[in-house]
């Protein structure tokens, strides 16, 4: 049985000589990214990385989509342009980090002794409703049969931040439980 075995056809001399002088010439940095920012570096139909690649005249190679740990590599002539490149990739995703920071819910829980719930939250909510609807945060106290003392917050890390701050500032009015 005869195996039908393709070869490859030899380059001709003058793109051997270019390849050559390209992988000679070619300085190289890699750049570390979770996958799940890698559209971040390519962008809507790839305008980023298209960008990216005639504005500092180097190639942008991103690791396929799932691979787990391959770094994002940056190729070009000039050390400059690439390092300038690498610089603009890390902002880029220092940005989107950023964003999704500040974007993305959180919770916090505060511990407040059980003694003073009702005086923090006030008559009807008084105390608390300024502060959640201020900041747009829930705030979630224990059930009254629970004796817990954790009161937990969700929103923005910002907001949230604030409102554990206001809560303590109101919690400081009130004078300190006896048991």
């Known amino acids: 049985m005869k195996v039908n075995q393709e070869r490859s056809r030899p380059l001709p001399p003058s793109m051997s000589r270019m390849r050559a002088q390209w992988v000679e010439e070619t300085v190289s940095e890699t750049v570390k990214a979770?996958?799940?920012?890698?559209?971040?570096?390519?962008?809507?139909?790839?305008?980023?990385i298209k960008e990216l690649q005639v504005k500092y005249n180097i190639r942008v190679l991103v690791p396929r989509k799932g691979s787990k740990d391959e770094p994002i590599t940056v190729q070009g002539k000039d050390k400059t342009l690439v390092k300038?490149?690498?610089?603009?990739?890390?902002a880029l995703i220092a940005e989107e980090k950023e964003r999704r920071r500040v974007t993305t819910p959180v919770s916090q829980t505060l511990c407040i002794p059980k003694a003073l719930h009702g005086k923090v939250i006030g008559l009807q909510g008084q105390n608390i409703r300024p502060i959640t609807q201020a900041l747009k945060i829930k705030i979630q106290f224990p059930n009254k049969?629970?004796?817990?003392?954790?009161?937990?917050?969700?929103?923005?890390?910002?907001?949230?931040?604030?409102?554990?701050?206001?809560?303590?500032?109101?919690?400081?009015?009130?004078?300190?439980?006896?048991?």
């Open 34 to 48: 979770d996958n799940c920012l890698f559209g971040v570096i390519i962008g809507p139909g790839g305008s980023t």
């Open 84 to 90: 300038n490149a690498v610089l603009r990739i890390k």
């Open 145 to 179: 049969n629970d004796n817990s003392d954790e009161v937990t917050l969700t929103g923005l890390p910002d907001q949230v931040d604030q409102g554990i701050s206001r809560l303590l500032n109101l919690v400081t009015r009130f004078p300190p439980c006896r048991a």
